[in-house]
């Protein structure tokens, strides 16, 4: 196949009937693909759309408000998926973009009393703008540097949101209570319980990946490869380096603010010792153990964040033992996953799929 | 200036904490590659070992001994049993691997000492070195000033191993590619072990001073790499006397911040701003790590 | 040889007999419900806790307590027969993780009250759920303003800013002191709270205090001690946790600076491992405010808590003041709960007999305890003060010390109203 995947359809031309046939397949295949890739689009969606319409009727009010925040820091992870999966880059200050989000959040929806969804895209919105500026350096800086860089943002983030304190109803530029109760997050007029509130960030949550996948499926994906590949290839095929990694970084800050202001409306308030450095570096550490190279993995990501802990307070288990219990599962996965449970688990699934499909398209290009 | 020679000289003790972490996290990564994110972790349980023991009435030399024995033992498996499975893994994965095994630790450290407040005395807390302006009096303890000699030391020890030995030089070349290094007939697994237990060391006694200096808590020890990586940022990842010279400056700036009024309540963003500063002004081209 | 085996004889006889009259102790037990000796068959009352367990310090001792002293009472008849299903859960220092708790407890297991949480995050993260779900708290240890400022959420101890002020008030009181500094840590509802105590009460008695807010997870505990010791002052009030605590002083011992100034602290100092953390330097030169009577103290209360741990706490349960608080909040609970009919014990029948509470005493407070309707509840609000002497404490002449704390004006208002003292 010589087609150029960045040219789309192929030209035709008056060469032999041979090459014809052969381009004629090509296009088949392509349309194929395009097809294959919209039935993954809508499959993905309607998964997290069933997740969050199913989970409510089995869980209790712990569950659901556990896998509330687990969906929403889904989000998040989605965003470092991105990041490192598609352009290999590691930011390790997304749970700092996150928090800044849920700020903005927190003081526009107690203060201008903005509706929810507003206050999400304004916090979405400062975190994608925040996130290409932290993404500048990334020009300069590759690997080990750049986490290191994002790092020191995230202690910088870490230092300030302690003095600062996160917005709870009062007024000036901070929005912090001082003579009287502290105000919880006011939640969307359609989603005031937890459970409905738990569909409702699930149908945020089917919103953002499909945008992300979106984006891998167009023009954006097919320039980030490049990209990866090396920066003199996609110089050579006329990609613009500077304006789509920093879009890249723009759309992980966008999903991890949109995750903040999520998680903001879920809990109630947000808490400035809960936004340290090292919470940065556990979200791309189990990202990457999630998978980055597929969506569940930003799921499963989510899971293990918030659920899996949980799960360990709920059987009893003293805190210090669960510590020990992720370090040797983040080592474990880390050394025998390389694309991670997600990845894993397609492994199973497509074996599966390879078993019951394989009398039938024998005969089928690959 | 006598407001300001208080904190020079509180100052050069936190330096002394930043500069010794900073050097141990440089000296392992240019031996392995490798960012060690359970340096502190590592450390500290080593410094609780020697409380443990000097609780029990041991001597001193004896429990300092311990402790570093236990760091060196820990880093020695950690770089034996679970680094060399990552070794074809890009850098940052192994980096983030260590925090891994930093949860562990303190996860067992705190499990098995618990909540109590604890402080490790070293016998040259006794002695201090004093410094009088006018009405102001301060005071720098043997410890501090020995830390600040250790990270000098260390600095130079290191830098000569590295780069006059030929141990040193297997272990740049391991860090720097370590198949081509298999090829050249390096021995691998030795130079790693002598690389791990090198850190090991270093981890141990920068554990025993950082719990004297700073506090006898793992979790705090263990996330202190933290800053401690704003000095090695400053060092370019590279040059130890650059990492230590930076470890002291972050220091005395933090200290002396708290007399900017404004600014005191967030000092202890200080070493992240610095390092930030440090990248943005001086760019050298593109930086690959 | 005659007398010697009479000797014998007589000293088994002896021990026989007191083995006898111990054992007789012994069955008497510790004190707890309607001591009937008998198990409670009932149907059990569900009660829960949130404790701070696993992060900066562990303070699940209360929870602890809590559960020893419902174990004894189920094991002495419970509730009119009905016994207390007692759950604590760890919040793990996250305001996140303390809602999801809470959740699982008011909602899930539907519990009547909650007794002996003692945690720093969880006041702010739930007093608004647990206002809108109607059920009371009854906290061991509250720390931060909203454990102090909310309707259904009552702390047995004082709190830091009534402890510092305690502490203020003894320094002006016994060092003639006119200048104070106040260190606290920069936590949101602290940092601008506790230390305003001592500022708001120095103002009205002629002593100027002012506050030094920290990081608590600086590495650099020395500049913050020259800090405070640059401003001058005569006295230093330590309103810090005693992990941090202990490095601080170390840091002030190393500057010499308790030479000059002298230190106070409030109630988180007050630990059996603190004098020997500190060391020999702080000797007569530190003075701590205590929110209960003293650990070791000969009261009957104070020695049936111990008793209650011994007999149905673990022995690696501590016996600190967070033992003491999540004891005291268990038995008020207990019998305010003795006084309703066991058949209506459900949360809104437990919330009113709660608000009910107007006089319990006990010898481990200063004073007697009360719950009320008022807004916010700081009941206790004195407590004696001790210094470190060797590797324990020596107690302070002239017993509890009541804060004068201007914004205790509305609790002295419901106690006015109360018709208490």
């Known amino acids: 196949m010589n087609a150029s995947i960045l040219e789309g359809a192929m030209p035709v031309s008056d060469a032999a009937p041979a090459a014809l046939a052969q381009a004629a397949l090509a296009q088949a295949a392509l349309a194929q693909a395009a097809r294959r890739a919209r039935r993954s689009l809508v499959l993905m969606v309607a998964c997290v759309l069933l997740i969050g319409w199913a989970v409510p009727w089995f869980a209790n009010a712990y569950w659901i408000k556990t896998l509330t925040s687990s969906l929403a820091l889904s989000v998040a992870a989605a965003g470092v998926a991105l990041l490192y999966g598609q352009l290999g880059l590691v930011s390790l200050c997304q749970y700092a973009l996150l928090g800044a989000g849920g700020w903005v959040a927190l003081r526009a929806g107690h203060g201008l009393g903005w509706p929810f969804e507003l206050s999400v895209l304004a916090g979405g919105l400062l975190s994608c703008v925040v996130g290409m500026l932290a993404g500048l350096p990334a020009l300069r800086l590759k690997g080990l540097y750049l986490a290191l860089v994002t790092m020191m943002m995230a202690g910088g983030f870490q230092v300030v949101v302690n003095v600062t304190g996160f917005p709870d109803g009062g007024a000036g530029w901070l929005g912090r209570v001082f003579g009287s109760e502290r105000l919880m997050m006011p939640r969307p007029a359609l989603a005031l319980s937890d459970a409905a509130y738990f569909r409702y960030v699930a149908v945020w949550l089917a919103a953002v990946l499909a945008l992300i996948e979106l984006h891998r499926r167009t023009r954006a994906g097919r320039s980030w490869a490049l990209i990866r590949r090396g920066e003199a290839a996609a110089v050579a095929a006329g990609v613009n380096i500077l304006s789509y990694q920093t879009w890249a970084f723009g759309l992980a800050g966008f999903c991890a603010g949109v995750a903040g202001a999520l998680l903001a409306g879920g809990v109630g308030q947000l808490d400035g010792r809960a936004f340290t450095a090292g919470e940065s570096v556990m979200l791309f550490a189990l990202t990457v153990v999630g998978g980055v190279y597929h969506w569940a993995g930003a799921l499963i990501a989510g899971l293990l964040l918030r659920a899996v802990p949980a799960l360990l307070t709920d059987f009893g288990v003293n805190g210090y033992l669960a510590m020990i219990f992720f370090g040797v599962a983040l080592l474990h996965a880390l050394i025998t996953a390389p694309s991670g449970i997600a990845g894993q688990l397609m492994g199973v699934v497509d074996a599966v799929r390879q078993r019951f499909a394989a009398p039938k398209d024998k005969d089928a290009a690959p | 200036m006598e407001d300001y020679l208080p904190f020079v000289i509180s100052g050069l003790g936190l330096g002394a904490v930043y500069a010794l972490s900073g050097v141990g996290l440089v000296v392992l990564y240019r031996s392995s590659g490798v960012l060690n994110f359970a340096f502190g972790a590592i450390g500290a349980l080593g410094a609780y070992v020697a409380w443990t023991l000097l609780e029990a009435d041991w001597p001193q030399g004896l429990a300092w001994c311990a402790a570093v024995l236990a760091a060196m033992a820990l880093s020695l498996a950690y770089g034996r049993l679970l680094a060399p499975r990552l070794s074809h893994r890009d850098p940052t994965i192994r980096s983030i691997a260590t925090l891994g095994f930093a949860l562990v630790v303190v996860g067992f450290t705190e499990w098995t000492w618990g909540e109590q407040p604890r402080r490790l005395v070293l016998p040259t807390d006794g002695g201090a070195l004093e410094f009088v302006l006018g009405e102001v009096e301060v005071r720098l303890t043997h410890t501090r000033a020995l830390g600040l000699a250790l990270a000098v030391l260390m600095m130079g020890g290191v830098g000569l191993l590295l780069s006059k030995t030929r141990v040193g030089l297997k272990m740049r070349a391991l860090a720097n590619d370590r198949d081509l290094s298999a090829l050249l007939g390096i021995r691998v697994l030795g130079v790693d072990t002598v690389a791990w237990i090198l850190s090991g060391a270093f981890a141990g006694v920068c554990g025993l001073l950082l719990a004297n200096i700073v506090r006898l808590q793992a979790t705090l020890l263990t996330f202190l790499v933290i800053p401690a990586f704003a000095a090695a940022i400053i060092g370019r990842l590279h040059s130890l006397p650059a990492t230590v010279a930076g470890g002291i400056a972050i220091g005395v700036l933090e200290a002396l911040a708290i007399t900017v009024p404004g600014f005191a309540a967030f000092r202890t963003a200080t070493p992240f701003l610095i390092a930030l500063a440090m990248i943005v002004l001086y760019r050298a081209g593109t930086r690959s790590a | ?421």
């Open chain 3, 1 to 421: 040889m005659q007398s010697k085996r009479r000797i014998a004889l007589s000293a088994v006889a002896g021990a026989l007999g007191l083995a006898g009259f111990s054992g007789a102790w012994a069955q008497a037990g510790p004190d707890c419900g309607l001591n009937t000796g008998k198990p409670a068959t009932g149907e059990p009352i569900p009660i829960g806790a949130v404790v701070g367990k696993t992060g900066p310090d562990d303070f699940s001792a209360s929870g602890q307590a809590a559960a020893a002293y419902f174990k004894c009472v189920n094991a002495n008849g419970g509730i009119h027969g009905r016994p207390v299903d007692y759950l604590v859960l760890d919040d793990q220092w996250n305001p996140e993780t303390a809602a999801q708790v809470a959740s699982k407890l008011v909602k899930d297991r539907k519990v009547v009250a909650l007794v002996g949480s003692t945690s720093f995050v969880e006041c702010g993260a739930n007093a608004k759920m647990y206002a809108d779900e109607g059920v009371m708290v009854i906290a061991g240890t509250g720390v931060p303003r909203e454990c102090f400022n909310a309707r259904n959420y009552v702390p047995v101890n004082a709190g830091p800013r009534v402890s510092a002020t305690i502490a203020a008030m003894y320094a002006a009181q016994k060092y003639k002191a006119k200048k104070m500094v106040c260190i606290i840590p920069n936590i949101p509802s602290l940092g601008n709270w506790a230390c305003e105590g001592p500022k708001e009460w120095g103002k009205k008695n002629g002593v100027t205090v002012e506050t030094l807010t920290i990081d608590p997870g600086s590495a650099d505990a020395t500049s913050t001690m020259l800090q405070a010791a640059a401003k001058k002052p005569d006295t230093i009030i330590m309103n810090v946790p005693k992990g941090i605590l202990v490095p601080m002083l170390a840091a002030a011992e190393q500057q010499n600076l308790g030479k000059k100034i002298h230190f106070v602290s409030a109630a988180p100092a007050y630990n059996v491992d603190v004098p020997k953390a500190i060391g020999p330097y702080w000797k007569g030169n530190f003075d701590v405010n205590l929110e209960f009577n003293p650990l070791e103290s000969a009261g009957p209360d104070n020695k049936n808590w111990l008793a209650v741990m011994d007999k149905h706490g673990a022995k690696s349960d501590p016996r600190d003041t967070f033992s003491q608080a999540g004891y005291l909040a268990a038995r008020l609970a207990t019998q305010a709960m003795l006084k309703m009919d066991p058949k209506k014990i459900a949360r809104a029948s437990v919330t009113d007999a709660l608000r009910k509470v107007s006089d319990f005493r006990s010898d481990i407070l200063c004073k007697p305890f009360y719950v009320g309707s008022g807004n916010r509840h700081n009941a206790n609000n004195s407590g004696p003060m001790a210094s470190p002497d060797g590797n324990g404490w020596r107690f302070a002449p002239g017993g509890c010390l009541t804060a004068d704390d201007p914004e205790l004006v509305d609790i002295r208002a419901d106690e006015q109203k109360m018709g208490l003292k």
